[in-house]
């Protein structure tokens, strides 16, 4: 595990930047990442100065350049690389959200139901999720768990969505294997 601190603001630039080049696979412009984050570009450019210097972003030069995360930006924000992942539908207020991908689920208080709360993470911008908003999440590839619930807080820097469950089901057959 990477010994990297980064400050709340480098983690949220990175992680747009993480979110941005793998939706776009290629090179992201400082003015894409800052529109993402809602920050001034030159802002932008002077973080990713100190991110270059923690190798956790490489710059590409020329009209189609701008920023690549390093392997080592995934590591310093716990993102798993996969080859290929499970594509887990993430809907919210009714509409499937294309670009949004379900890294992780975690339930809180599971023994007392009208407690329990759903920790989503998201790979994939949450920044138009707002309290109070409905979404559905899944099926899941192997459980096919469905879980419906209203965002009751987020974590904009980890890309976590807070649901209060509404209801939360998953076919009782076999899971493929």
């Known amino acids: 595990m990477s010994s990297i601190e980064l400050t709340s603001s480098q983690k949220t630039i990175l992680r747009a930047l993480v979110d941005l080049y793998t939706e776009r696979e ?33 710059g590409v030069p020329g009209p189609k350049g701008g920023y690549k995360p390093t392997v080592d930006a995934y590591e310093a924000l716990e993102i798993q690389q996969l080859d290929t992942t499970a594509e887990i539908p993430v809907v919210h207020d009714g509409e499937e959200v294309e670009d ?37 999440v899944g099926p899941t590839p192997l459980s096919k768990l469905v879980i419906e619930g209203t965002v009751d807080g987020k974590d904009d820097t980890a890309n976590i969505l807070v649901l209060k469950i509404d209801s939360m089901r998953a076919p009782a057959e076999e899971p493929e294997h």
Do not use: W, Y
């Open 26 to 58: 290629r090179a992201v412009k400082g003015e894409d990442i800052a529109e993402e984050v809602d920050r001034n570009p030159g802002t932008i450019r002077n973080q990713m100065q100190s991110l270059k210097a923690l190798q956790l972003v490489e």
């Open 100 to 136: 949004a991908n379900v890294e992780e689920i975690g339930l809180t208080s599971v023994h007392h139901p009208e407690l329990c709360r759903a920790e989503i993470h998201l790979r994939g911008s949450i920044r138009e999720f707002h309290e109070g908003d409905s979404v559905t």
